[in-house]
C-alpha cells in the first residue's frame, strides 16, 4: 500500500475507521462535560481533572488484569459490546443525583476496560491491513484523533451551554450507541486470534511474553518513556505562559498532525528503522531552548519543530509490529496505549512537581533534557531493524499451546 486511497479500499477499514472516530468524539465530548459536572459539584480543580484524565490512568489497572481479552475475544462482538459499555456508563453518570464517588466508580471501571478497547481495535487495524500497510493506517487514525479532538472540545462547549453537562453526557452516549452500531454491521465476523479464556493469569503471561524480548522492551520503553516526559512538558504551557498556552497547543496539534502525515504516507520503508531515534531526539531538543526565556514568535516555532518528532511513534509501532507474532498483535498493542497514557501522567506530575520548586520554564527544560536523556540511552537497543522474522519464529517455537 502507498497511499491513503489504497488503505480506504481495504474492505472493513471505513467502518473500523468511523467507529474508532466516533468513540474518540465521544471521549472528547463526554471528557468535558464530565469535567464541568464534577467542578460544579465540587468546586475542585483537582477532582475536576481526574474525571476528564483518570481513564487513561486507570488503563495501566486494565493492562495488568484484563489485556488478554485483546486477542481472545471476536473483534467485532467486543468492539460492539465494549463500545456499548462505554455508551451505558455514560449515560449513568447524567442520572440526576449521583454522588461524585458514584462517578468515580463508573468512571475508573471504563477507564479499566478501555485497555482492551485499545488493544481490540489496534489488533483489528493491524489484521484488515496488509504488513506494508499498517503504518499508513495507523497515521491516518493518528490525524483523526487530533482533529477529532479539537473539534470535539469545541462541540462539547457547546453542547454544555445548550443542554447543561448532564445533556451533554448523553448526547456522548448517543454518539457510542452511533460506533457500536457502525462496528456491529460494517465489520465480518472474525475468529479470536488466540484461543482461550482471557483471565489475570493470561494477561500476566503474555505480557511477561511480551516484555521478555530484549528487542521488544526497548521499542516499548522507547514509546513510553520520551513521549510521557514531553507530554509533561506541554502540560507546564499554562502556567509558562497563560495567555498564550492555546497558541501554543494549536500550533503543536498541526506539526503534529503534518508529522503523522508525512512520515505515514512517504517515508520510504528503507528509512523507517533509521528515523525513530532522530525524531526521539527532535521530540525534546527544542524545548532546551525555552532556558533563554524566547519571545512568543520562537516559542511558536519552537514547539511546532519539537512536536513533529511524536511521528516518532509510528516507527516504533511499525517496529513493535515487527517483532510480535501476529496472534498477540492485540495485546502487544493495548500494552503499548497503556503504559504510554500511564507515562504521560508520571510525566506531567514530574514536570509540574519541578516546576512548583523551581519555575514554569526550568521544568520544561529538565524534563525535555530528561526526554533527551531517555532516547541517548535507548538509542543502541533501536538501530539495529533486522532479527525481526528470528524474533517471531523463536517465540512462535517456544509459544506453549493454549487449550
Same mark, same amino acid.
Given at each position: 500500500?502507498?497511499?491513503?486511497?489504497?488503505?480506504?479500499?481495504?474492505?472493513?477499514f471505513?467502518?473500523?475507521?468511523?467507529?474508532?472516530?466516533?468513540q474518540?468524539?465521544?471521549?472528547?465530548?463526554?471528557?468535558l462535560?464530565?469535567?464541568?459536572?464534577?467542578?460544579?459539584?465540587?468546586?475542585?480543580?483537582?477532582?475536576?481533572?481526574l474525571?476528564?484524565?483518570g481513564?487513561?490512568?486507570?488503563?495501566?489497572?486494565?493492562?495488568?488484569?484484563?489485556?488478554?481479552?485483546?486477542?481472545?475475544?471476536?473483534?467485532r462482538?467486543?468492539?460492539t459490546?465494549?463500545?456499548?459499555l462505554?455508551?451505558?456508563?455514560?449515560?449513568?453518570?447524567?442520572?440526576?443525583?449521583?454522588?461524585?464517588?458514584?462517578?468515580?466508580?463508573?468512571?475508573?471501571?471504563?477507564?479499566?476496560?478501555?485497555?482492551?478497547?485499545?488493544?481490540?481495535?489496534?489488533?483489528l487495524?493491524?489484521e484488515?491491513?496488509?504488513?506494508?500497510?499498517y503504518?499508513?493506517?495507523?497515521?491516518?487514525?493518528?490525524m483523526?484523533?487530533?482533529?477529532?479532538?479539537i473539534?470535539?472540545?469545541?462541540?462539547?462547549?457547546?453542547?454544555?451551554t445548550?443542554?447543561s453537562?448532564?445533556?451533554?453526557? =448523553? /448526547?456522548?452516549?448517543?454518539?457510542? %450507541? @452511533?460506533?457500536?452500531?457502525?462496528?456491529? +454491521?460494517? !465489520?465480518? $465476523?472474525r475468529? &479470536?486470534?488466540?484461543?482461550?479464556?482471557p483471565?489475570?493469569?493470561?494477561t500476566?503471561r503474555?505480557?511477561?511474553?511480551l516484555?521478555?524480548?530484549?528487542?521488544?522492551?526497548?521499542?516499548?520503553l522507547?514509546?513510553?518513556?520520551?513521549?510521557?516526559?514531553?507530554?509533561?512538558?506541554?502540560?507546564?504551557?499554562?502556567?509558562?505562559s497563560p495567555?498564550n498556552?492555546?497558541?501554543l497547543?494549536?500550533?503543536?496539534?498541526?506539526?503534529?498532525?503534518?508529522?503523522?502525515?508525512?512520515?505515514?504516507?512517504?517515508?520510504?520503508a528503507?528509512?523507517?528503522?533509521? =528515523? /525513530?531515534?532522530?525524531?526521539c531526539? %527532535? @521530540?525534546a531538543a527544542?524545548y532546551?531552548f +525555552?532556558? !533563554?526565556? $524566547?519571545a512568543? &514568535?520562537?516559542?511558536?516555532?519552537?514547539?511546532?519543530?519539537?512536536?513533529?518528532?511524536?511521528?516518532?511513534?509510528?516507527?516504533l509501532?511499525?517496529?513493535?509490529?515487527?517483532?510480535?507474532?501476529?496472534?498477540?498483535s492485540?495485546?502487544?498493542?493495548?500494552l503499548?496505549?497503556?503504559?504510554?497514557?500511564?507515562?504521560?501522567?508520571?510525566?506531567?506530575?514530574v514536570?509540574?512537581?519541578?516546576?512548583?520548586l523551581?519555575?514554569?520554564?526550568?521544568?520544561?527544560?529538565?524534563?525535555a533534557?530528561?526526554?533527551?536523556?531517555?532516547?541517548?540511552?535507548?538509542?543502541?537497543?533501536?538501530?539495529?531493524?533486522?532479527g525481526?522474522?528470528e524474533?517471531?519464529?523463536?517465540e512462535?517455537?517456544?509459544?506453549p499451546?493454549t487449550?
Amino acid at each position: 500500500m502507498r497511499t491513503y486511497r489504497d488503505v480506504f479500499r481495504t474492505t472493513e477499514f471505513t467502518p473500523l475507521f468511523l467507529a474508532s472516530a466516533g468513540q474518540t468524539a465521544a471521549q472528547t465530548v463526554s471528557g468535558l462535560a464530565l469535567g464541568i459536572l464534577v467542578f460544579e459539584q465540587t468546586g475542585s480543580a483537582l477532582l475536576s481533572s481526574l474525571a476528564m484524565f483518570g481513564p487513561a490512568l486507570a488503563q495501566m489497572v486494565g493492562a495488568a488484569t484484563v489485556l488478554s481479552g485483546a486477542d481472545r475475544l471476536p473483534p467485532r462482538a467486543a468492539m460492539t459490546g465494549l463500545t456499548l459499555l462505554f455508551g451505558l456508563g455514560t449515560a449513568v453518570q447524567a442520572i440526576p443525583g449521583l454522588p461524585v464517588w458514584g462517578v468515580f466508580v463508573v468512571l475508573l471501571g471504563l477507564g479499566v476496560v478501555g485497555s482492551v478497547s485499545g488493544g481490540v481495535r489496534y489488533g483489528l487495524l493491524n489484521e484488515v491491513l496488509t504488513r506494508d500497510g499498517y503504518l499508513l493506517g495507523r497515521s491516518l487514525f493518528n490525524m483523526s484523533v487530533g482533529i477529532i479532538q479539537i473539534c470535539g472540545f469545541a462541540i462539547g462547549g457547546v453542547l454544555v451551554t445548550t443542554l447543561s453537562a448532564r445533556g451533554t453526557l =448523553l /448526547a456522548a452516549a448517543a454518539f457510542y %450507541l @452511533l460506533a457500536a452500531v457502525v462496528a456491529r +454491521f460494517g !465489520l465480518s $465476523p472474525r475468529p &479470536p486470534r488466540v484461543s482461550g479464556r482471557p483471565s489475570v493469569a493470561e494477561t500476566w503471561r503474555t505480557n511477561a511474553r511480551l516484555w521478555s524480548s530484549v528487542p521488544r522492551r526497548y521499542v516499548y520503553l522507547a514509546l513510553w518513556v520520551p513521549n510521557g516526559l514531553i507530554v509533561g512538558v506541554e502540560s507546564l504551557y499554562v502556567p509558562y505562559s497563560p495567555g498564550n498556552a492555546g497558541l501554543l497547543f494549536a500550533f503543536g496539534a498541526g506539526s503534529m498532525l503534518v508529522g503523522d502525515m508525512l512520515v505515514g504516507r512517504f517515508l520510504p520503508a528503507r528509512w523507517r528503522g533509521r =528515523l /525513530a531515534v532522530p525524531l526521539c531526539v %527532535l @521530540l525534546a531538543a527544542p524545548y532546551l531552548f +525555552f532556558a !533563554l526565556d $524566547p519571545a512568543l &514568535p520562537v516559542a511558536v516555532v519552537l514547539v511546532s519543530v519539537g512536536t513533529f518528532g511524536y511521528a516518532a511513534g509510528l516507527l516504533l509501532q511499525d517496529r513493535l509490529m515487527a517483532l510480535t507474532p501476529e496472534e498477540l498483535s492485540g495485546q502487544a498493542l493495548g500494552l503499548h496505549t497503556s503504559g504510554m497514557l500511564t507515562m504521560q501522567g508520571v510525566g506531567a506530575a514530574v514536570a509540574g512537581a519541578v516546576a512548583e520548586l523551581t519555575s514554569p520554564a526550568t521544568g520544561m527544560v529538565a524534563t525535555a533534557a530528561a526526554s533527551l536523556a531517555a532516547t541517548l540511552l535507548l538509542a543502541p537497543g533501536l538501530r539495529d531493524g533486522s532479527g525481526a522474522d528470528e524474533v517471531r519464529g523463536a517465540e512462535k517455537d517456544a509459544a506453549p499451546t493454549t487449550q
